[in-house]
């Protein structure tokens, strides 16, 4: 079996898996808060118990340098050796969680993925990723001749761009908000949402009314709440704070697409697109997309699909724990479970 993990800033998301006739498939999971235990190692041996693993890669948030990489929302520095001798795994890896996402698009099934944009199916050629969570990840999957391979990104903490009067009084906004640089990050991803309904209440003067302010100091997530009475209708404010973070998105997806000339296709992942599915499909994340002046129809042209699929990470980090696996031992799981 396979160990694959989705490792964030506050969960720790474990899944064990089996190859059957060539194709991944979940034993079990199970998902741990990270700021309950003193490290990856702990919640490994408690997630595995008995069982025995031949390969385990986790998906981590941040750049990986030789198999290393320090946590920056949790005190932990992981070490890919040094979880393989404390885990008794021979074949151990760390890889950029983005980069775990980009192996696990070809894991998908068809009902796994929405088609937003078919564009020119027909293309052959990179592909971008995007992800909007408690983050914004962003990563390259280039086409090599032969498949897609992926590569993770920081792009997500590139400097925010304004593209109207709107953006610029935001951006105004948040350089206070955060006493200097705003990254895209900062707009596009589970803090940028309550940062724009914040700036449309205190800067536009847009009306809360009072069940709205008693809703969201009694919730523990205030974008869960801006959400579900945008996608409502029930709440102008938070419909126009949609609005302003769905284009927002919708531009920074369309300045990666360039960038990585992503003709094969742009996907759409992370926990916030599946949710707000609907406000996609509504147009204003493909205007957005598509508004790049001469290079526009480049864009058109491009499939945009959004991952429905929560695990996508995981079912990706045990694809890849299985073929490095394979390329160091020369024995493939994957290939072994194909039925002659």
Sequence with gaps: MILAGDVGGTKVDLGLYDFINGKLK?????????????????IVKEFLGADKVTAACFGVPGPVRDGRLRLTNLPWTLDSRELSAGLDIQHVFLINDIEANGYGVAELAPDQIYTLSEGDAGQIGNRALIAAGTGLGQGLLIWNGRTHIPYPSEGGHADYAPRNEDEIDLLRFLKEKYNGRVS????VAGMGLTSIYEF???????????WLAEKLAAAGDPNSVITEM????????????????VSAYGAEAGNLALKVLSVGGLYVGGGIAPRILEKLKDGTFMKAFTDKGRLSQLLINMPVRIILEPRAAQLGAAAYAEARAAEISGVSARAASIKS
């Design 26 to 42: 979940p034993t079990r999971d199970k998902v741990y808060k990270a700021k309950d235990y003193p490290g990856l190692e702990v």
């Design 200 to 210: 449309l209440r205190e800067v536009r003067g847009m009306d809360e009314p009072a």
């Design 184 to 187: 895209f990050e900062r707009v």
């Design 230 to 245: 945008a996608l409502s209708a029930k709440s102008e404010i938070c419909e126009k704070a949609m609005d302003m973070f």
